[in-house]
């Protein structure tokens, strides 16, 4: 089969991880990069093992008709505008999270492709971290039993710096809990099973980037917060984001009681050097937990900052194109995630536990 070939919108960090991991993968490669930013351009372009056609306008580069998928990890608020540009191409797409930095502009989205002949698949990799994986394939295994509770806790380092700090902005963003935490509510619905039905959040912005302004505009991002989510099937979730806790060895710890036991497992921050984790099932009527360990190569480590999961997510991703199946990460998905993160922002703001009927989804 001839090679899958992509056309990446927004040449930042996250564009480059993307060409480091495809680079790995024997039946893809990057072949467009397409960035207003030159600067950016020129970094990414220097990665990549092949040559690479590079644009400043991602409108010449759909002409160009180099691609067949568009790849977009651009800022956050362009999401929207560019899959609205970009739709008539018929291409394959893979969004980076957030889909959108609001609701209302991801069910427009979800209205303006429910025909759409192509794969429109939202970039949620924290799915694909390999402890992550093993994690979930137990609970779906029910071997804890009937899950009751589920935890993440993430305590990392402060955001990193983009082109013109585009990121230090909630308008920018949608905030810390829609940019950052999308992952995270995607993978309580994703293990839970269920659709959120009411969000309690309580953050603010304590310690990072507190004297920033730009344009007269102070940084308004959240650097640390507790979510609690309650689902539709009973069962409840909760978040625990610090963003001043860059020196954690584990960046990412979650943990699921069932009524059969709990299990728990963490994943290495790109830091910490760590390529191993483990995952510990621990039944009620045991006196040792059940662990298994979960090692990443580290060919695949080293071409990103996602433990691997961008690497296996392109794996998935490029079966899904294959097969001409359907998505494991949908629009529906990024949406739902997407809507659960404004809602604990406006549980901040407003103080107020917020039910996700107030979005209309």
């Known amino acids: 089969m001839n090679k ?26 990057v072949v467009a990069l397409s960035d207003p930013d030159d600067h950016s351009l020129e970094k990414s372009k220097k990665i990549a093992p092949n040559e690479i056609k590079i644009f400043n306008n991602y409108i010449e580069m759909a002409e160009a008709n180099l691609a067949d998928v568009f790849l977009i990890s651009s800022p956050n608020f362009t ?13 394959h797409f893979l969004i980076e999270k957030p889909l959108c930095t609001n609701t209302a502009d991801c069910i427009d989205l979800k209205k ?11 970039g949620m990799e924290y799915r694909y971290m390999p402890p992550v994986a093993k994690f979930i394939q137990n609970i779906h295994n029910n071997k804890i039993g009937d899950l009751k509770m589920l935890a993440i806790r993430e305590h990392r380092e402060p955001f990193l710096v983009k082109v013109n700090d ?49 344009n007269g505009e102070k940084s308004d991002i959240l650097d640390n917060a507790y979510v609690i989510v309650d689902f539709a099937n009973k069962v409840r979730a909760s ?9 954690s060895n584990f960046q990412e710890e979650l943990s699921a009681v069932g009524t059969k036991g709990k299990i ?13 984790s483990e995952v510990f099932l621990n039944l009620r009527n045991k006196i040792k937990p059940d662990i298994e360990t979960i090692e990443v190569d580290n060919k695949i480590l080293q071409a990103g900052h996602h433990h691997g999961s961008t690497y296996y997510e392109h794996l998935k991703f ?26 604990a922002e406006k549980s901040i ?13």
């Not at 930042?12 to 490669?29: K, L, V």
């Not at 303006?112 to 939202?122: A, D, E, G, L, R």
């Not at 810390?176 to 935490?181: A, P, S």
Request: hydrophobic fraction near 35%; include cysteine.
């Open 239 to 247: 978040l625990d984001l610090c963003m001043f806790a860059e020196n």
């Open 349 to 361: 703001k407003e103080n107020r536990i917020v039910k996700m009927s107030e979005f209309n989804l």
């Open 318 to 343: 490029l079966d899904c194109i294959k097969n001409k199946s359907n998505p494991e990460v949908s629009l529906n998905d990024g949406l739902i995630a997407v809507a659960t993160g404004e809602a």
């Open 79 to 91: 999401h929207y505008g560019i899959v609205k540009d970009l739709i008539k191409y018929n291409k």
């Open 4 to 29: 899958i070939k992509y056309g990446i919108i927004g040449a930042g960090t996250m564009a480059r991880e993307h060409i480091n991991n495809i680079s790995i993968i024997e039946d893809a490669e």
């Open 112 to 122: 303006i492709t429910t025909n759409y002949k192509s794969i429109v698949w939202i």
């Open 264 to 276: 728990e497992t963490g994943v290495p921050s790109s830091k910490s050097g760590i390529n191993k």
């Open 166 to 214: 585009w990121n230090r902005l909630s308008k920018n963003t949608g905030g810390t809990l829609v940019e950052k935490c999308c992952h995270f509510f995607d993978l309580m619905r994703y293990i839970i099973k269920s659709d959120p039905i009411q969000v309690y959040a309580s953050g603010g912005q304590d310690v990072n980037h507190l004297d920033e302004e730009y």
